[in-house]
């Protein structure tokens, strides 16, 4: 009997020190991803973030942001829902680039921060006739991100508009409209579609000859912006994702596109407003389904009657710089001229 209770005793005993020695439970690290901002506007910015679990509950949900040219970030914390949480950010200042991450603390007080995001917030420029368009910087150019849709110059100079009639050599400042480039009418905002002598502002020597200055030039865009060069373009296109797929980068929603579904992470929202054609229909071309930028850079031969415009199609994730005769219609976008000039 005695000796049943002695191994009674020890298997207790060897119990209890198994027990004493089970290894702890290995930590687990949880996981951030922070995500590209979205809707961001003049002066705020959607803030999302998504992560998983390690091994310790998760205490503390935030964001840090800081001007890109600051040393201290700001901080602020949010409430999870599943596997994400997100924020939306005050008070940031206009044409303005932001660094950005996410991170979470854990219940053992660990600190796990997400990959650095960059972003950059608008800015907004009024036209004479009292338009507003949203503006945003990428890297040290400033862009309009809307069309175009002035009908004076900056010196208050009217433009005549018209819904057609134009032909090969009209060489006078014309802007085209049609339901889809009328302002009262747009949805969404297509802008109206000028011949190249509005584009540049150009006379009919300076139209008929290629005669422009080299420096920026002005043009119908506002004072302190111009009509960009096609190197500008090339720089944009390049800064935007480079020239493998740009149209997805750079193109909205509204197109009318059954491939490369368009996602505007570059938020430069090409609108497909098509182009106007003098030829012998004298019509509207191509609105859902392409979009057409003049620029100042001029085609010289044979004759210095044609300048060159950015070109974007459906379906199609290239764009093509293309020289067409001055009086067609294309959209316009400006760019703030840079001080280094």
């Known amino acids: 009997m005695k000796t049943n209770q002695f191994y009674l005793f020890i298997s207790i005993v060897l119990l209890f020190a198994s027990a004493c020695n089970k290894p702890e439970k290995e930590y687990v690290a949880p996981k951030i991803w922070?995500?590209?901002?979205?809707?961001?506007?003049?002066?705020?910015?959607?803030?999302?973030?998504?992560?998983?679990?390690?091994?310790?509950?998760?205490?503390?949900?935030g964001f840090e942001w800081k001007e890109t040219t600051e040393a201290d970030w700001k901080t602020s914390n949010a409430q999870a829902s599943g596997g994400s949480y997100s924020i939306t950010i005050t008070h940031l200042k206009e044409e303005t680039e932001y660094a950005l991450r996410a991170f979470i603390i854990d219940a053992s007080n660990n600190r796990v921060v997400g990959e650095e995001k960059y972003f950059s917030t608008n800015g907004m420029l009024t036209d004479i006739?009292?338009?507003?368009?949203?503006?945003?910087?990428?890297?040290?150019?400033?862009?309009?991100?809307?069309?175009?849709?002035?009908?004076?110059?900056?010196?208050?100079?009217?433009?005549?508009?018209?819904a057609g009639g134009a032909n090969r050599f009209s060489d006078g400042p014309v802007y085209f409209h049609s339901a889809f480039h009328t302002p009262h009418l747009r949805n969404p905002n297509f802008g109206f579609l000028y011949n190249w002598a509005a584009a540049a502002k150009a006379n009919d020597c300076e139209t008929r000859l290629g005669m422009l200055p080299f420096s920026h030039h002005q043009g119908i865009c506002p004072d302190?912006?111009?009509?960009?060069?096609?190197?500008?373009?090339?720089?944009?296109?390049i800064h935007c994702g480079g020239f493998e797929n740009p149209g997805a980068a750079m193109k909205t929603s509204t197109w009318a596109e059954s491939i490369n579904t368009t996602s505007n992470p570059s938020r430069f929202s090409i609108e497909p407003a098509g182009w106007y054609y003098y030829?012998?229909?004298?019509?509207?071309?191509?609105?859902?389904?392409?979009?057409?930028?003049?620029?100042?850079?001029?085609?010289?031969?044979?004759?210095?009657?044609?300048?060159?415009?950015?070109?974007?199609?459906?379906?199609?994730?290239?764009?093509?710089?293309?020289?067409?005769?001055?009086?067609?219609?294309?959209?316009?976008?400006?760019?703030?001229?840079?001080?280094?000039?």
């Not at 922070?34 to 310790?56: D, M, Y």
């Not at 093509?320 to 959209?331: E, H, I, Q, R, V």
Request: hydrophobic share 35%.
């Open 279 to 341: 030829d012998v229909d004298r019509g509207f071309r191509g609105v859902f389904s392409s979009a057409r930028f003049w620029t100042r850079t001029q085609d010289r031969e044979p004759y210095g009657d044609a300048a060159y415009g950015i070109v974007l199609v459906s379906n199609d994730p290239s764009i093509y710089s293309l020289a067409m005769f001055k009086p067609a219609g294309y959209s316009v976008r400006c760019v703030k001229d840079h001080h280094d000039w």
């Open 224 to 237: 302190g912006w111009h009509l960009p060069t096609t190197s500008e373009w090339m720089e944009l296109i």
């Open 129 to 162: 006739d009292g338009n507003t368009y949203l503006t945003l910087r990428y890297g040290r150019r400033v862009w309009m991100i809307e069309n175009l849709r002035v009908t004076h110059f900056a010196d208050g100079t009217p433009i005549e508009g018209r």
């Open 34 to 61: 922070t995500k590209q901002p979205i809707e961001v506007a003049i002066t705020t910015a959607s803030l999302i973030a998504t992560f998983t679990k390690g091994s310790e509950e998760i205490t503390v949900f």
